[in-house]
């Protein structure tokens, strides 16, 4: 069985080409890093069950390959565990070398939406039905949400503010998703930057996807502030106090603030923040947060990385 190492972040030029790719220098770095030879590696990855030749990993490390179909980037995060870096520290990095094809406005380590839920089959179905198409022509830079519970513990409503980059000339909207755990769906309103144009809801799965038209085209390299809220009504059979709220990053984030505000009848007593690469996953951090005087949780993030990053509490 392979020895798993614990995370290695002390090799300066290697924390340096991880945050900032190239994949081919990143895959060169930690090979050398660990210690490991590309054969060592192979067997490593053989006794996983995943075969891979050191041929190809010598490509990989060169830039003459690229690991793009669905079992060379399982092999990847293999070689991530193998190596000891962190989850998807590699992977993220698996962007193209220059646009084209389906790379095309591409966001360098964003992931499908099967990364971060089991049953994403419905929330691409839905986008189907109602003829929208999620292509992630846009880079996040700063998402910020502002979630406010009511006396009863109840989700009221979400102030949504995201400031994105167009990777696209003619960009001219982007799609946003909710997932609700109760039924709740929320109502949809511009705010800033930004109107409403087609949404669709699936009760069954409790999806909601919406497209935001923007006020202009943009082009390539433009950034665009828009806001939006999302409205919760009451109307649910047996209302439960909600116990999380979580946001879901298909790709890169370069900073994530989530301000909980809770009513001065309904204060958690212990409150953590959480981050997982998939919803229902355990979670692979986790941190203690304060409630301030006024009732309000921060929870702040920067470079996050695809995947689950959300505030929990307990009630009693």
């Not at 972040?9 to 991880?18: G, H, R």
């Not at 994949?23 to 060592?40: C, E, H, I, M, T």
């Not at 990095?93 to 994403?120: A, C, E, I, N």
């Not at 409503?157 to 755990?181: I, K, M, N, P």
Request: glycine letters at 8%.
């Amino acid at each position: 069985m392979a020895r798993v190492r614990h995370h290695r972040t002390e090799d300066p030029e290697l924390s340096s080409v991880l945050r900032s790719g190239p994949f081919d220098l990143a895959v060169k770095a930690a090979v050398r890093s660990s210690g490991l030879s590309l054969d060592r590696l192979v067997h490593h990855l053989s006794t996983r069950g995943i075969q891979v030749s050191a041929s190809s990993l010598s490509n990989w490390q060169t830039g003459r390959s690229r690991p793009e179909r669905p079992e060379s980037v399982h092999a990847v995060r293999a070689i991530e565990e193998i190596l000891g870096l962190a989850p998807d520290a590699l992977v993220q990095l698996l962007g193209p070398r220059k646009p084209r094809g389906r790379w095309l406005g591409h966001v360098p380590g964003s992931v499908p939406y099967g990364t971060l839920f089991d049953d994403h089959a419905r929330l691409t179905r839905i986008m189907a039905d109602a003829e929208l198409v999620d292509r992630q022509r846009w880079s996040w830079l700063n998402v910020e949400d502002r979630v406010t519970f009511d006396s009863k513990g109840l989700l009221r409503g979400v102030q949504v503010r995201l400031t994105l980059s167009a990777l696209v000339d003619g960009l001219d909207s982007c799609v946003v998703f909710y997932r609700t755990d109760d039924g709740n769906h929320p109502e949809v309103h511009p705010v800033d930057g930004c109107r409403l144009g087609r949404a669709r809801v699936d009760e069954e799965s409790g999806y909601l996807v919406a497209e935001l038209l923007f006020d202009q085209r943009l082009s390539r390299g433009d950034v665009h502030f828009l806001e939006f809220e999302q409205r919760f009504g009451g109307d649910l059979p047996r209302p439960e106090p909600g116990d999380h709220y979580y946001k879901a990053f298909r790709a890169p984030c370069r900073n994530y603030l989530m301000r909980v505000v809770f009513h001065v009848d309904a204060v958690p007593v212990r409150l953590r923040s959480f981050q997982t690469s998939k919803w229902g996953s355990e979670p692979t951090e986790t941190h203690a947060l304060p409630c301030q005087r006024n009732r309000v949780v921060h929870l702040h993030a920067a470079d996050v990385r695809p995947g689950i990053v959300g505030v929990e509490w307990e009630w009693v």
